[in-house]
């Protein structure tokens, strides 16, 4: 029997791939791939010619019969695009799977975008909480970043840059215009670490262009409202405007009551009042 390796390959500078890595590509039979293209230079820079396979989140559960008929007589490699399978990347289902059927799952760990932005922000990294990509609706991003703001820890977050505006600016609205590292094309030719505030970061990116993983520094967890009662979570400030519904309060008195009673800011309150029911009259 044999063994998949989960294997994590440069994000950017192909010089960044282990000799580990570079190893069991060139030996193994098959590698199965987020994107055979993407893989195909990667592996003509290491002169390796394994059969390749495309394993992505669309088409993982159809490909797991190839895979584990490869496993019967060879091993197999895993790789996404960039970084490592299974983290803001497809590749975790395969792993359950090919371990449930009995074979050996090894990890070969190599550059993560995450530690290297961790590594330049200048943020502790003793505890950190990674968000992964944020969720698309605004209600749900601000109420996320909210959430883990109460933790008090470093926040590892990727971002497209359609959208780093936008989420730059949640930051700021839901987090108090927190200072943050904006690291831009980390280890490719154009790598950029802008370090300032939120807000700023709106100036300075104006056509974002690339992609970013944002640091955001650790965010006091004792963050109380103005009469000094202690923040709820954001489950709680959801249950709480579900209560004044329920009692027949505008939407407007509602979020005032909720913001003053948790801290959280009126964009992220009012972004609950839509996502339970309630009317633009709270604007």
Same mark, same amino acid.
């Given at each position: +029997?044999?063994?998949?390796?989960?294997?994590?390959?440069?994000?950017?500078?192909?010089?960044?791939?282990?000799?580990?890595?570079?190893?069991?590509?060139?030996?193994?039979? +098959?590698?199965?791939?987020?994107?055979?293209?993407?893989?195909?230079?990667?592996?003509?820079?290491?002169?390796?010619?394994?059969?390749?396979?495309?394993?992505?989140?669309?088409?993982?559960s159809r490909r797991?019969?190839?895979?584990?008929?490869?496993?019967?007589?060879?091993?197999?490699?895993?790789?996404?695009?960039?970084?490592?399978?299974?983290?803001?990347?497809?590749?975790?289902?395969?792993?359950?799977?090919?371990?449930?059927?009995?074979?050996?799952?090894?990890?070969?760990?190599?550059?993560?975008?995450?530690?290297?932005?961790?590594?330049?922000?200048?943020?502790?990294?003793d505890r950190f909480?990674?968000?992964?990509?944020?969720?698309?609706?605004?209600?749900?991003?601000?109420?996320?970043?909210?959430? #883990?703001?109460?933790?008090?820890?470093?926040?590892?977050?990727?971002?497209?840059?359609?959208?780093?505006?936008?989420?730059?600016?949640?930051?700021?609205?839901?987090?108090?215009?927190?200072?943050?590292?904006?690291?831009?094309?980390?280890?490719?030719?154009?790598?950029?670490?802008?370090?300032?505030?939120?807000?700023?970061?709106?100036?300075?990116?104006?056509?974002?262009?690339?992609?970013?993983?944002?640091?955001?520094?650790?965010?006091?967890?004792? +963050?109380?409202?103005?009469?000094?009662?202690?923040?709820?979570?954001?489950?709680? #400030?959801?249950?709480?405007?579900?209560?004044?519904?329920?009692?027949? +309060?505008?939407?407007?008195?509602?979020?005032?009551?909720?913001?003053? #009673?948790?801290?959280?800011?009126?964009?992220v309150v009012y972004?609950?009042?839509?996502?339970?029911?309630?009317?633009?009259?709270?604007?």
């Amino acid at each position: +029997m044999g063994t998949l390796y989960v294997i994590g390959t440069p994000i950017g500078n192909l010089e960044d791939i282990t000799v580990r890595a570079a190893r069991i590509l060139t030996s193994v039979p +098959m590698v199965a791939a987020e994107d055979t293209r993407v893989t195909r230079r990667l592996l003509n820079h290491l002169d390796a010619k394994p059969r390749l396979v495309s394993c992505n989140e669309h088409n993982w559960s159809r490909r797991l019969p190839t895979l584990l008929d490869a496993l019967d007589s060879g091993d197999v490699a895993m790789v996404t695009d960039a970084g490592s399978p299974g983290i803001s990347d497809p590749g975790a289902g395969v792993v359950a799977s090919v371990a449930e059927a009995g074979y050996e799952v090894v990890s070969v760990p190599g550059v993560s975008a995450v530690s290297a932005a961790l590594s330049v922000s200048g943020f502790p990294a003793d505890r950190f909480t990674f968000l992964g990509f944020l969720p698309r609706r605004r209600a749900e991003r601000t109420a996320a970043l909210s959430e #883990a703001a109460t933790l008090g820890q470093t926040l590892v977050i990727f971002e497209a840059p359609h959208r780093l505006k936008a989420t730059l600016s949640d930051i700021a609205d839901a987090l108090n215009d927190p200072p943050l590292a904006v690291c831009r094309e980390l280890t490719k030719l154009y790598e950029e670490v802008w370090r300032g505030a939120a807000s700023d970061a709106l100036d300075y990116f104006a056509e974002p262009r690339g992609e970013f993983t944002i640091v955001i520094g650790p965010v006091s967890s004792d +963050m109380s409202s103005a009469d000094g009662e202690p923040v709820i979570t954001v489950d709680a #400030a959801r249950e709480a405007l579900i209560q004044r519904r329920a009692a027949g +309060m505008r939407g407007r008195e509602a979020v005032a009551e909720v913001v003053a #009673a948790t801290g959280l800011s009126r964009r992220v309150v009012y972004g609950l009042w839509v996502e339970t029911g309630g009317q633009a009259q709270a604007s």
